[in-house]
Nanobody
Framework: QVHLEESGGGLVQAGDSLRLSCTASGRAFSRNAMGWFRQAPGKEREFVASIQFHGGFTYYSDSVKGRFTVSRDSAKNTVYLRMNNLKPEDSAVYFC???????????????????WGKGTLVTVSS
């Protein structure tokens, strides 16, 4: 059984940084891509970033491009989301997700994904 677990959320001030982690267990994602999404209260879930485990190709939403960096450690089956210059509008529950099949990083945003973590809360105060 595949399990994704996020960690690293917290309460920070605007301009601060955080690094989120998502560790997968139950299978290796060495040929796959994984993504980060977020959902703020009263809003729909939105795509944030994705990464291809093989080759490290990355893809970002326009709202975080240049501030967030997604990376992976294949040996640990873990993806990270480094968030710099955080803004109050970045406050949300952040989820990692992955497909059962093989998708490219650019496909994560638009495809239905099979595995989701429970999320980690990020709150940015102004």
């Amino acid at each position: 059984q595949v399990h994704l677990e996020e960690s690293g959320g917290g309460l920070v001030q605007a301009g601060d940084s955080l690094r989120l982690s998502c560790t997968a267990s139950g299978r290796a994602f060495s040929r796959n891509a994984m993504g980060w999404f977020r959902q703020a209260p009263g809003k729909e879930r939105e795509f944030v970033a994705s990464i291809q485990f093989h080759g490290g190709f990355t893809y970002y939403s326009d709202s975080v491009k240049g501030r967030f960096t997604v990376s992976r450690d294949s040996a640990k089956n873990t993806v990270y989301l480094r968030m710099n210059n955080l803004k109050p509008e970045d406050s949300a529950v952040y989820f990692c997700a992955a497909p059962e099949g093989v998708l490219g990083a650019y496909e994560i945003e638009s495809h239905s994904l099979d595995y989701w973590g429970k999320g980690t809360l990020v709150t940015v105060s102004s």
